[in-house]
């Protein structure tokens, strides 16, 4: 078995088509974004990170088996077969993709994949009826042959129905939103039979304190251990929503860079204001501050070339407008002398001398060494 074909086998699930459909949380279509990132990731050689995006998927949807059956390629792929039979082995249990997780568990725990085959076969004959040797001549063995044919007629018919059926709900159960719903329904049956199981309790205790009165010792161990089971539950939750947090995070910064990489540096800047910095952990805030760095000073200088043009298309409004985010996104440019004293010009040619003596006095004050000094003074004593 080549594992590599196996892997690449996998396509992404259409996303737009699943937001069409009301009954489908926000949960469930991130769920299935990460699973088609991790197919994605897996397509450029990003295996490490491919399955960190297929353990996030599964923390969330357990029951999401086509993720499952990709994380255990992966980890047979990266020969960690152990963590893989592991994985495989609970498809086989859930009973859904049953037939594709068996081979690919027979594969990895026989080695070659050439004993996995003949297993395979040796599984699918076995539930095929092997043929009982024919009857005797006459007409006793043929009528026998005719009640065997008629037979093996009805139970052909009886399993391919059979077959369909499972295949029908092996294919719903495929849907994120289905094995979802089936996972809260368990859920909520599992809760629904802890209750039901104390009341009952509490109730036969009750019906006991009328003889022979006694602690109620049992419900309360029963009811704690159901309070212990429901916060536990609710610990793994808030743990899995932090870790989706952080992965949200992750990726709206990659989505920064790759604006900026693409020049659409205005969106990029945009993106970055709405980053709550304060939640990001260490890495996060080391590659953010990078990021940053970029595109403000990317931005910075497509601002001032910008602004320059307008000046001298006489368009001093829109210059302004320009040179002015300059010093939004920052005041130690390389070029920011040339945009102080281009924006001093542009606020003057508009009549607004105050404004053109700021920028004068701030391009005196913050680059004194800058050849545009002696212009800026020359300027400011003239509208003084």
């Known amino acids: 078995m080549d594992l590599n074909q196996e892997i690449r086998s996998f396509t992404p699930i259409d996303i737009d088509k699943l937001s069409q459909d009301n009954q489908v949380s926000e949960k469930i279509i991130d769920s299935v974004r990460a699973y088609n990132k991790a197919i ?31 994380l255990g390629l992966c980890y047979a792929y990266t020969n960690q077969m152990d963590k893989a039979q592991e994985l495989f082995g609970k ?43 024919e009857a005797a001549n006459g007409d006793a063995a043929k009528k026998e042959r005719a009640v065997r044919k008629k037979q093996d007629t009805y139970k052909e018919e009886e399993v391919r129905a059979e077959y369909i059926l499972f ?14 719903a ?14 039901f199981f104390v009341l009952t309790m509490r109730n036969l205790e009750k019906e006991k304190t009328d ?22 539950l609710q610990g793994q939750l808030d743990a899995a929503n932090l870790e989706l947090k ?34 990001l952990n260490d890495d996060q805030k080391k590659k ?23 000046f001298n298309s ?10 002015e985010k300059v010093f939004i996104l920052g005041d130690n440019w390389s070029f920011g002398d040339k945009a102080l004293y281009v924006l001093g010009k542009s606020y003057v040619e508009t009549g607004d001398n105050q404004k053109g003596a700021e920028a004068y006095q701030k391009l005196i004050e913050q680059y004194p060494k800058s050849s545009y000094v002696k212009y800026a003074k020359s300027r400011l004593s003239s509208i003084q």
């Open 211 to 232: 003889n022979e009165p006694s602690p109620n010792t049992v419900v309360n161990e029963n009811l704690d251990k159901t309070l212990e089971e429901n916060k536990k």
């Open 246 to 279: 952080s992965y949200k995070l992750t990726d709206q910064i990659n989505e920064i860079s790759t604006l900026y990489k693409q020049g659409k540096t205005a969106e990029a800047v945009d993106k970055l204001g709405k980053i709550p910095v304060t939640e």
């Open 91 to 133: 498809v086989v249990k859930g009973e859904n993709n049953v037939l594709k997780a068996a081979d690919y568990l027979n594969y990895i725990t026989d080695g070659d994949g050439g004993s996995s085959r003949k297993s395979s076969k040796a599984a699918r004959s076995s539930a095929m009826r092997i043929k009982a040797p």
């Open 314 to 323: 006489k368009k001093y409004a829109e210059a302004i407008e320009k040179l």
């Open 167 to 180: 295949k029908k709900i092996g294919d719903l159960l495929k849907r994120p939103q289905i094995a979802l």
């Open 288 to 310: 953010y501050d990078s990021v940053k760095k970029d595109v403000y000073q990317k931005e910075a200088s497509s601002l001032y070339t910008q602004g320059n043009t307008l």
């Open 40 to 70: 994605e990731y897996l397509r450029t050689g990003s295996e490490d990170i491919a399955m960190i995006e297929l353990k996030r998927v599964i923390a969330v949807n357990p029951d999401f088996y086509e993720a499952v059956n990709l």
């Open 182 to 195: 089936f996972n809260l329904f368990g859920i909520v049956c599992l809760v629904a039979a802890l209750i």
